[in-house]
């Protein structure tokens, strides 16, 4: 239900709820006499701000870098760098803001990587939405490939339809991704050479610990005949995977996410989410072993307000001694 009524219920609750709270909170706290110009200007402020994260705020765009140090990491992969993108929802830019998906895609090119991955999130709610976009997104390209996994929006779960009409809605996103020349991993994994080193690029189906998102992701199928002592870079839509499924059941050093968007707002770098959940964004550690959630570029809600779009630039660092 939210789903599909996000972009109103946002404009209530921008324009309406919180400008009215605003104005009480003023009534609330304040002296009678400077009530009413200061909520004024408050209320003004409020709406000024929720304008501008529904235009401007929307269209910002971030490269960030991150370095993941590692004694597992082969020697032979030292300085190879992975971009990252996620949560693109591509039909919230569909029309006069394709340019930002664009802009995207020539951000991440101009970054000459190793390697990309996209995790998850390419479409709001159908396959349909996707076509528009299909030129830009097939010139991406990187010295190993694209890679990508599927996130909750890929499945088509939120709009009315048979079963076998949503099977087919989420044929056509995986066919879409791989017509695009991306390797599309659904609990597999592929194997990145540099002589007689390898690397693992592993791409789990999603799992959340919402029991309304999809829990296809099996971490026993995607790393089945990988040794323990191989170096793996795992790509999970869902961050509440890492603890609940990566961790206790795999060896996967570094693990991508994104999905929680940041809640698509923050304040100097910190967002309301944090209050939620530890893995909200940015790198967290548990021993020597990280998860990276990016906050990822677009959103069902074309809105966002302190908290731009991301693009991720990961250079892998070995520790090993010479």
């Given at each position: ?17 919180v400008?009215?709270?605003t ?24 709406l ?15 490269v ?23 949560d ?9 803001r ?5 802009q ?30 299909r030129?830009?997104?097939?010139s991406?390209?990187a010295?190993?490939?694209?890679y ?5 929006h ?8 048979t ?13 879409f ?42 971490v ?41 968007h ?7 770098g ?46 892998l660092?070995?520790?090993?001694a010479?």
């Open positions: 239900m939210f789903v599909r009524y996000s972009i109103l219920f946002t404009l209530l609750i921008g324009f309406v709820v400008p009215l709270l104005y009480l909170l003023c009534r609330l706290l304040l002296p009678k006499r400077y009530v009413r110009k200061v909520a004024l200007v408050a209320v003004c402020v409020v000024a701000l929720f304008g501008y994260g529904l235009t401007f705020g929307f269209d910002e765009l971030e960030r870098r991150m370095e993941y140090v590692s004694a597992d990491l082969p020697k032979a992969f030292d300085g190879y760098r992975i971009v990252q993108f996620s693109i929802h591509v039909g919230s830019y569909v029309g006069r394709a340019w930002v998906v664009q995207a895609v020539d951000s991440m090119l101009a970054l000459e990587p190793d390697m990309i991955v996209f995790t998850g999130d390419l479409q709001n709610l159908t396959p349909k939405e996707l076509t528009t976009f030129d830009m997104l097939k991406l390209h010295k190993d490939g694209v990508s996994v599927l996130g909750n890929d499945y088509d779960l939120y709009l009315p339809g079963e076998e009409e949503k099977q087919l809605n989420n044929l056509a996103t995986q066919q991704e791989r017509s695009l020349g991306w390797t599309l991993l659904m609990n597999q994994h592929c194997l990145i050479r540099r002589g007689a080193d390898s690397l693992v690029i592993a791409g789990m189906e999603n799992w959340g610990d919402v029991k309304r998102m999809p829990r296809r992701g099996d026993g199928r995607t790393l089945q005949g990988i040794k323990d002592s191989a170096f793996v870079v795992m790509l999970q839509h869902d961050p509440s995977a890492w603890r609940a499924k990566i961790l206790p059941e795999c060896q996967a050093q570094l693990t991508l996410s994104g999905h929680t940041g809640m698509q707002f923050g304040l100097w910190w967002s309301p989410m944090a209050l939620l959940k530890d893995e909200w964004g940015g790198t967290l550690y548990e021993g020597r072993r990280a998860l990276h959630v990016s906050t990822g570029i677009g959103g069902l809600v074309p809105f966002r307000l302190g908290m731009p779009g991301e693009i991720v630039e990961i250079t660092k070995s520790s090993r010479d």
